[in-house]
């Protein structure tokens, strides 16, 4: 499936939360799922899904479990994780449980995930995505990914302080890529794919350069003036495009 220290930490993962009496599942998705994952550099995106909600106690413990691995392992600081009742899989909206960025949190499995994970999710325990997760139409995905570009990507620019970090950049322009193939094709890409539909739209090839660098090479270190380069080249780019990404998957 991947490298070895990956599959170690998986098992590591399973073998920690299999005490959990009501665990039924755990799939992979994102990067490791899609076949575009490098070790160190993408997150572990994983679901679990349970047969009942945890107990404040089990939520603590939980926290522990996820502390104790990124401390023995630390690869395990990109592991991430939403535990999901298996009676609360039906909204997409819903949140539930997650591990994330060293803490837990309330967040949903949005539509995009949830065609990752019946297109491709690996199943690391238990029962396959499609005995248990409801599908996601095509209109549903259409909805979700326009919506998602207009509320939050659209004004995002409004805050140009945050571009000064590599997340936002690779993040920004990966998503819009993404995006655009999806709603004009139906089809999930990975983001090695993304990079090259980033030229096609007109991205600035220094910028997107610079992201292939960072996920597959061997970056040199970013100087201010660069970073600050990058954040203009960038948000004179993105606006425009999600605008005309948008106005063509209207027409």
């Known amino acids: 499936m991947t490298d070895e220290p990956t599959v170690q930490l998986l098992d590591r993962f399973l073998d920690a939360v299999r005490p959990m009496g009501s665990l039924i599942s755990v799939w992979a998705h994102g990067s490791l799922a899609g076949g575009d994952y490098q070790p160190g550099r993408s997150d572990l995106d994983l679901i679990a899904v349970l047969e009942r909600p945890c107990s404040s106690e089990e939520e603590e413990w939980l926290g522990e479990v996820h502390e104790r691995l990124a401390k ?68 549903e995905l259409a909805d979700f990914i326009t919506e998602d570009l207009k509320s939050f990507w659209r004004s995002a620019p409004d805050h140009p302080e945050l571009w000064l970090r590599d997340v936002w950049v690779d993040l920004g322009l990966l998503t819009l890529a993404r995006a655009g193939v999806t709603l004009r094709t139906g089809k999930l890409i990975t983001k090695a794919e993304a990079l090259d539909v980033l030229i096609e739209l007109g991205a600035p090839a220094e910028v997107v350069d610079d992201i292939r660098q960072r996920r597959y090479g061997d970056p040199a270190p970013a100087s201010a003036q660069w970073l600050a380069r990058r954040a203009e080249l960038t948000l004179a780019f993105l606006s425009p495009a999600i605008d005309r990404i948008l106005a063509s998957h209207r027409a």
């Open 72 to 139: 023995a392992v630390p690869l395990a600081s990109k592991l991430h994780c939403s535990y999901l009742v298996v009676s609360e899989l039906d909204d997409p909206a819903h949140p539930h449980l997650t591990w994330a960025h060293e803490e837990l949190m309330l967040r949903p499995v949005t539509p995009v995930t949830r065609r990752e994970l019946h297109e491709f999710g690996i199943v690391l325990h238990g029962r396959p995505p499609a005995a248990l997760l409801p599908p996601v139409t095509d209109r």
